[in-house]
């Protein structure tokens, strides 16, 4: 009885001394304090949103917009050029394949839902999709009025000719399918680029084309689901000690804002680890189903005091000038 005693008794202090040891090394309020504003990244630049309600991966987003608070279209030049200009830190856009090689700075796997076109945008060679209206399709009033169309036409880049406006900017990069040949062809023509340059430009997608990229590049900041959990899963598991894991390095963490409370040393401690490992950290709204924002100042209410991360955001507009103002 006495040696079980004497047993829970060391137990006991044991789990105290843990427990001491994971709380100081891991609490925000031991740490070195961040003084840099957060980082705000615009998502696919300056874009009409709309509502969430019902949406699925089959919804016509440019039928439910929202009544127009500005004359933008998403990932076009004028879009990115507006979002720098409002504070935007890095702007994300997304690229197809196109028929010719090339790729097209445009969302959507087919062309009915906002252009005047129809069949999949593949299936186009950059000059025929150079004739589009893409501002055919959006409306805020189910059908009624479509106050963009006639306004889109000859607006969608290649993203060379995004490279070429924005010789500084520091973009995301969306591959929108898995097919991992898309990985290597844009491995291709980013290696073009001096690594100063590459430095400013970070590429997320599939598991694939994300894999099959990081091949050709191994120094390219990239994320893809896999990369996502080859990190977090075992930091979640021992980051109380410190520890982070070699998948952590030099990449992109898109994490929604829910799992957030899941890292250890969130926000201060795990943003300066992840600094150290040369890691870029955007947190994204909600559970991250659907390119959630941060798109109303009273959001930005709902991450921690301080906060000096990146911010995912559908409407730079509105968010960047609370940062701006401080």
Known sequence: MKKLKKFFKRLIKILLIL??????????LLTKERNAKPELLAHRG???????????????TAERIYEPEHSFLE????????????????????????????????????????????????????????????????????????PFRGKGIGMMPALEEVMANFPEGDFLIHIKSNDPNEGKQLAEYL??????????????????????????????????KATLKSCLLPYIGAGWTGYVPNACKNTQLHIPESYTKLLWG????????????????????GNGSWSEGFDRPEDLERLPDGYSGGIWTNRIDLIAPTYQKE
């Open 19 to 28: 427990g001491v040891f994971m709380f100081l090394n891991n609490s925000s």
């Open 46 to 60: 300056m874009a009409q949103t709309f509502h969430m309600e019902g949406i699925t991966g089959e919804t016509c």
């Open 75 to 146: 990932n076009t030049i004028p879009s990115m050029k507006a979002a720098f200009e409002a504070g935007a830190d890095v702007v994300e856009l997304d690229i197809q394949l196109t028929k010719d090689g090339q790729f097209a700075v445009f969302h959507d796997w087919t062309l009915e839902c906002r252009t005047d076109g129809k069949g999949n945008t593949r299936d186009y060679t950059m000059q025929e999709l150079k004739k589009l209206d893409i501002g055919y399709g959006y409306t805020a009033d189910n059908g009624k009025t479509y």
């Open 191 to 224: 290696s073009k680029f001096p690594d100063e340059r590459l430095e400013k430009i970070a590429v997320y997608g599939g598991d694939e084309p994300i894999a099959a990229l990081k091949e050709e590049m191994a120094g390219m900041r990239v994320m893809s």
């Open 266 to 285: 969130w926000p201060n401690k795990f943003l300066n680890r992840m600094d150290d490992a040369g890691t870029r950290v955007i947190v994204v709204a």
